[in-house]
């Protein structure tokens, strides 16, 4: 194009490399964000023209107990999930870091194929593991003289399978991320700790979780952020039941929305989630600036 | 003796194929001395250190620390100290904490680790500093805790792993003086390795170079300056220039004779060659005197000069002989007035006893 100047030129060429991520970002995220939050604030069922509400939505929400019960079961689920899946991501991370395990490679793979199976196919899946009567589970638990539990009709335990789902599902994200973490850690340190005899118990202390600082912030938030949103495995499995046992908040918004048709009570409740990961992703960076310790 | 290193070897495996990173080294350490291992990437220095450290096992050989055999003894067993090349300062921990780490493993007293930590802190000269972190620093601060972290478990050996690569060429200087005044206040028997000669040659009492995984040679900084022994030596360390030729007669008087490819005979001082065997005379370029004269001398070749530096206090010349060859020479106490020409013929003059000759 030799009728452009060369400052344009450029420029265009820019605009036309990022444009595929441009476009993406602005129509599957951006313009969903400030719809929603420009649809909260009427009342609108799809067939009916938008009927502006004001802060109706938002008062409906919070003097609603349905909400306030998906928040807390949402809540429950996240507080169990979060930190176990964490836990046992970081003990898997150091099993397979061991520098004498051999097939690490396969181990890695193993555990990591949760993470890129889709929920909807593995929910299936657990569904039968979870079955009362023939579920591969309740056959495990048999062998140490347990009951047999109704994993998914029992609202005293549906929540709690849901749990055992979700932690499935991230630990092999948690696994890679702790793996990546451990591996810039140098190893000079550990060299250092062995001349003053310090045990193993001692370095991973003194060193390793310190310095897996960093990591461990980007899992919480990661892992805070996806159990506050889990969704897949309750619509596919228990829709939100027994007895609302597992309504947590994104069922309950899905419900409003396409159950009900309630778009301005459910953008309104998109909002509120929106705002509530924020402030806890803040928070979170907050109470961690001292006890995080970059490399 | 303090340290000794009886013909120990290492030979990494890897995918079927062996890498004989050090081979059959035998060194003996006295007490309270400093000793460097010198020499370039993948000489087998570090290697060396690690199995003193215990992070290496030997293939074969042992390490004997003051007559204990301590091959198989685990590193915190050894009662050796380590300075790593990064420091290996933990990030999260302040000078004092870092300082103490060793100690409080060591399920000393709390006053003791205090005391000692504080002693050590004012022996490195951080004192000030105790509440800081390493990222709160400077290089060579953050060189001093490590040296006080090492210090503070009073080791019988005190390792160096390059330590002052990571500073910058006027904090190195005043760090290895530095390190030198603690170790010889301290008396502690170190070893230091370093691919740096100036800082060898700076602050050891004893200087072991290495290639490929042997000792090249070992003496103190003057001798192996002075009287290399090989070729590899005489080049590693400062500049040199090498004159091609054959050992000719050895005379008590004159020393050994060589011609060369100058078609010339030159005085040398020691008698390392034999009669008839290609021989290197090795001349520092500080050892040439450069005149205008044209007369022969024995010790004396005539050459062009090909381009000179003004280096302040000192020219330096590279010059062209009859042959091809290329001489690097110095000369100090200039005057305005003997600042040469490019293309100027000049004779080159060296005693017998800077011309040291090695096997050629």
Same mark, same amino acid.
């Given at each position: ?230 969704? $897949? ?37 998109? $909002? ?24 | ?303 062009? $000069? ?55």
């Amino acid at each position: 194009m030799p009728f452009m100047r060369r400052r344009t030129r450029e420029a265009l060429a820019g605009w036309i490399f990022i444009s595929p991520a441009l476009v993406t970002q602005v129509l599957f995220i951006y313009f969903p964000l400030g719809w929603s939050f420009f649809v909260s604030f009427f009342r609108w069922n799809l067939i009916r023209p938008m009927r502006y509400i004001g802060f109706d939505n938002y008062t409906s929400m919070f003097t609603s107990s349905d909400f306030w019960h998906s928040l807390s079961v949402t809540f429950v689920y996240v507080a169990v999930t979060v930190p176990v899946s964490i836990f046992i991501g970081l003990l898997l991370a150091l099993l397979v870091n061991l520098p004498w395990l051999k097939g690490k490679g396969a181990f890695r793979t193993f555990f990591y194929v949760p993470v890129i199976t889709s929920m909807a196919a593995a929910a299936v899946i657990w569904a039968w593991i979870f079955e009362s009567n023939v579920g591969l589970l309740n056959y495990f638990l048999s062998w140490f003289g347990i009951k047999s539990i109704n994993w998914l009709s029992d609202p005293n335990y549906a929540l709690v399978a849901m749990m055992i789902i979700g932690i499935w599902k991230r630990i092999g994200y948690n696994m890679v991320l702790f793996l990546a973490g451990l591996q810039v850690i140098p190893r000079t340190y550990y060299e250092a700790a062995d001349i003053d005899g310090a045990t193993p118990f001692k370095k991973f202390l003194s060193i390793t979780w310190p310095l897996l600082s960093p990591t461990t912030l980007f899992v919480t938030v990661m892992q805070f952020i996806a159990s506050f949103r889990v969704f $897949v495995s309750v619509s596919v499995m228990t829709r939100g039941g027994p007895a609302q046992s597992t309504q947590v908040i994104t069922f309950y918004l899905y419900e409003n929305a396409f159950a009900y048709l309630k778009f301005g009570y459910a953008a309104a409740i998109s $909002v509120f989630m929106f705002v509530l990961m924020i402030i806890f992703t803040l928070i979170q960076f907050r109470f961690s600036k001292k006890r995080v310790h970059y490399l | 003796m303090g340290l000794v290193l009886e013909n120990i070897t290492k030979i990494f495996r890897s995918d079927g194929s062996d890498m004989r990173a050090v081979d059959h080294i035998a060194l003996e350490i006295p007490s309270g001395a400093l000793v460097t291992l010198l020499g370039p990437s993948g000489c087998g220095k570090t290697t060396t250190l690690r199995m003193i450290a215990g992070f290496e096992l030997p293939t074969e050989g042992s390490v004997r620390l003051e007559g204990e055999d301590i091959t198989f003894l685990p590193p915190n067993q050894r009662n050796i100290s380590m300075v790593f090349q990064s420091y290996a300062l933990f990030p999260h921990l302040s000078v004092e904490e870092n300082v103490a780490f060793g100690l409080k493993i060591k399920h000393i007293s709390r006053d003791t680790v205090r005391k000692e930590t504080r002693e050590m802190i004012d022996l490195v000269g951080l004192r000030g500093l105790e509440k800081r972190r390493p990222d709160q620093l400077s290089g060579g601060q953050q060189q001093r805790v490590a040296l006080a972290r090492s210090l503070v478990m009073k080791p019988k050996v005190l390792l160096f792993d390059e330590p002052l690569s990571n500073l910058d060429a006027k904090l190195r200087e005043s760090m290895r003086l530095e390190i030198r005044r603690i170790q010889q206040e301290t008396a502690i028997t170190s070893v230091y390795v370093t691919h740096d000669q100036v800082e060898a040659m700076s602050i050891s009492d004893l200087i072991v170079i290495m290639e490929k995984g042997k000792i090249m040679q070992k003496g103190s900084p003057f001798e192996v300056y002075i009287r290399p022994e090989n070729a590899f030596v005489a080049d590693f360390i400062g500049k040199v220039n090498f004159i091609e030729g054959v050992a000719d007669k050895q005379d008590p008087e004159s020393g050994i004779v060589v011609s060369s490819s100058l078609k010339k005979s030159f005085n040398c001082r020691n008698a390392l060659v034999e009669k008839g065997r290609p021989a290197r005379i090795v001349v520092r370029p500080e050892a040439f005197s450069l005149s205008n004269a044209r007369n022969e001398e024995l010790n004396s070749i005539a050459g062009t $000069v090909l381009s000179y530096s003004f280096l302040g206090s000192h020219l330096e010349y590279i010059v062209k002989l009859p042959d091809g060859s290329v001489i690097n020479a110095l000369e100090y106490n200039l005057s305005e007035r003997q600042l040469p020409r490019v293309g100027e013929e000049k004779r080159l003059f060296f005693s017998k006893e800077n011309a040291w000759t090695i096997p050629g």
